[in-house]
């Protein structure tokens, strides 16, 4: 599967070829679209046991780039708070 930039609004700013944010609004999209017809009640066990597999190795990555981000934010946090220290 391939995602996918939906095209830009007329007036607006192009956006790149390769938008992450575009990417990860549309991965959000189709997780939901798939998610909104998982009945777990009407899985077998090897089934739900599965999707819960996928989804949780989805939820690692989001984990891993949050801790990422906050990571990279208090480094630029602390570097700021040094120069401004005269450091």
Sequence with gaps: MTLTAPPAAAGSTPEPVF???AAIAQAGAILASALDGVRFGHLDDSEAIAVMS???GLGRRVDGA?????????C????SVWRVQGG
Aim: charged residues 35%.
């Design 54 to 56: 996928a989804l949780e």
């Design 66 to 74: 949050r801790l990422q981000y906050r990571s990279v934010k208090r």
């Design 76 to 79: 630029r946090v602390t570097l």
């Design 19 to 21: 938008s992450r944010v």
